[in-house]
């Protein structure tokens, strides 16, 4: 059979999607895991994971950028921060941490994943609040309002489609990127991907990319709608008369 044929089957078999035993396996300190030989188990896994990352990423970086934003300073300080992120290779974060005290599975993923998804949230904040027109800012002091208030209640929601575009590249590619778990004894569809390579299955492994490739897509369209149905109205008229 095809490669293709033996990753449809795959897809398309019930014991592939519920796994041998159900979705979770007992652990030998009486607790439980996600059964690895489930593609739902793994789904939730790598969904769990790549929230979490993006959670602990946006808790910083989203902060850090609404104050910088707004007292218009640290644009070096923002970039530095972004490249260096940037710059750090997934892998090497895993490898480095798996030899560490962080060790080896699920935590070592979501600190690494988290470093990745750190850039995106914290450049669109940033630039979102230091874009609001100056004009503005002042409009709103002069109405009596503090500078606390006028960081929350004007800048903020004017910046909230950079940000929410920040926080929806940020989790796409959190996604696509949590896969490297498996390398490291973690979970997540990366696990088919790992098991497929190891055991010589490619229509196994073919399915494991094609289930990634799905699950980053429907992230980035929730988080598109999500983006859409949070924006305020006139910033969406806006957006249109633009385009």
């Known amino acids: ?9 795959y897809i398309t078999s019930s014991t592939s999607w519920m796994g041998q035993n159900g979705l979770t396996r007992p652990t ?10 489930s593609i739902l188990a793994l789904t939730i896994e790598h969904l769990y994971m790549s929230a979490a990352a993006v959670i602990t990423a946006a808790a910083i970086a989203l902060p850090l950028g609404i104050v910088l934003g707004h007292v218009r300073r640290g644009g070096g300080l923002t970039v530095v921060l972004s490249n260096i992120s940037r710059a750090m290779p997934t892998l090497a974060l895993l490898t480095l941490f798996a030899a560490s ?5 699920n935590r070592a993923v979501i600190i690494a994943a988290a470093i990745f998804a750190f850039p995106p949230i914290l450049t669109n904040t940033f630039t979102g609040m230091a874009g609001v027109d100056a004009d503005v800012r002042e409009a709103a002091l002069g109405q009596g309002l503090t500078r606390m208030q006028v960081a929350l209640r004007v800048e903020l929601p004017l910046a909230w489609p950079l940000i929410a575009a920040g926080l929806r590249t940020s989790a796409a590619q959190t996604v696509a990127t949590v896969p490297l778990a498996a390398l490291v004894a973690g979970g997540g569809l990366g696990v088919i991907i790992n098991t497929g390579l190891a055991t010589q299955r490619y229509g196994e492994v073919l399915a ?3 289930l990634v490739a799905l699950l980053t897509l429907a992230v980035d369209g929730l988080m598109a709608t999500l983006q ?7 910033l969406r008229i806006r957006a249109r008369s633009a385009a």
Do not use: E, N, R, Y
């Open 208 to 210: 494991g990319g094609v």
């Open 228 to 234: 859409k149905g949070l924006t305020p109205p006139p």
């Open 1 to 9: 059979m095809s490669v293709w044929t033996d990753a449809w089957d």
């Open 101 to 105: 005290a962080i060790g080896f599975g």
């Open 28 to 37: 030998f300190d009486g607790g439980w895991s996600w059964a690895h030989d």
